[in-house]
């Protein structure tokens, strides 16, 4: 098992006393109304990628529900965030998901503010008979952090800090360099279901059995840990490179297994037999391997370098990370109706350093070639549930199950 979970009993949260779980939570209009007044403003959010803010005047819009937050990259090259709305009559100032410009200016009436979000032009300004106060018509502020290479928000100023209110997770997250991988594809469908049957998908392991079948050939789900933690957020910690153990051990190992062997240099005929070798062995021969391969894995123990880990953080943000990549997936909850939701999921990779590697991936889910540019941003591809499920789209075969699930659960 992992070194990564946490061991003290101080790192636990116990649980809160059960409670039913019941239909309303998910289609309920009141139960929705109940969640803006307690959940969305009064928690961070995983509002944007820093690597899409680099530059002064780039920007990314983050729509939650009924809010629209601006995320934005000043002069001074400091990320900040407000709301998209216009101090004059409320319109939207910016309506494009990310891009880059001088000024935000409101299609509206034109009343424009810097990237900093003050106000600095009034069209036709001496025909106001009271005058226009600048400062106090700029673009209303919203907490802004940048944490692993998120950016993330919060509406409600008394709530901690951001890394207080992640708490262990970010010494569990960091050794990973997440801020130093690339974005390889940003994704965005929209599910006839609410946002909480995506969450609750991602915080047990009791479905991967049932809906998941080609991980048993290479994690061990029925011997992963679960770590709770303050706020709400959990963790599951999954042995990889290994068998199911509600399976007979393979005399030889598994195809899928097999592959990422050979990519390391070792000869599966080697374990014949062995099988649960294997995985103390990827550990030593990745290790060896890095400096080859042009990564850097100093930073991660040996359990890290085989294994799968992955953090749900209160209310909406999903992370699975293995040692060369990293998913980020968020559920974002219709403004209006409580049976729908967008699922974004943006998929990153840890560039070899000294540039692209002939060696290939070494993870196991299939992706776009990683000799990618990695100066050019993927496009955002959105597309609806009955896309992945006709074929014509896919975010992963695991996550292409998922999808097909949880419209039924929704429906349930």
Known sequence: MTDLAPRSEADWESPAPQRPITAHRYTSADYMAHEWDRVWPRTWLFAALACDLTEPGEYVVFNIG????????????????????????????????RGWVKNFVCPYHGWAYDTSGTLTVVPDEERFSTGVPCDERSLKPIRCEVWAGMVWVCMDD????????????????????????????DQTVSLHCNWKAVFD???????????????????????????????????????????????????????????????????PEDYRGRVLDVRKDVQAARRQ??????????????????????????????????????????????????????????????????????????????????????????????????????GEKTMTITIDQDIHLIRDVQAG
């Open 66 to 97: 009924h809010e629209s937050i601006l995320v934005a990259c000043d002069d001074d090259g400091t990320i900040g965030a407000f709301y998209n709305v216009c101090q004059h009559r409320g319109a939207r100032v910016m309506v494009n998901d």
């Open 158 to 185: 008394d709530v901690p800090p951001l890394r207080d209110y992640l708490g262990p997770l970010v010494d569990l997250i960091e050794p990973y360099r997440t801020q130093d991988m690339t974005l390889i594809t």
């Open 201 to 267: 998908n991602f915080g047990e392991l009791y479905l991967v059995e049932h809906i998941h079948p080609q991980h048993a050939t290479i994690f061990d789900c029925p011997t992963a840990e679960v770590g709770l933690y303050r706020h709400g957020h959990t963790g599951v910690f999954i042995d990889g490179f290994t068998v199911n153990t509600k399976l007979p051990i393979p005399e030889m190992p598994t195809p899928h297994m097999a592959a990422q062997m050979k990519m390391l240099g070792m000869d």
């Open 289 to 390: 391997a890095g400096p080859a391969l042009g990564y850097d894995y100093g930073r991660l123990t040996d359990d890290q370098l085989s294994d799968i880990v992955q953090f749900n953080f209160f209310p909406n943000t999903m992370i699975t990370i293995q040692p060369d990549d990293m998913l980020i997936m968020r559920a974002r909850p219709h403004p209006t109706d409580p049976n729908q939701c967008w699922w974004d999921k943006f998929t990153f990779m840890m560039m070899p350093e000294g540039g692209a590697s002939s060696a290939g991936s070494l993870s196991f889910t299939p992706r776009k070639d990683p000799r990618v540019d990695p100066d050019e941003r993927p496009r955002h591809d959105s597309f609806t549930q009955e896309q992945i499920i006709s």
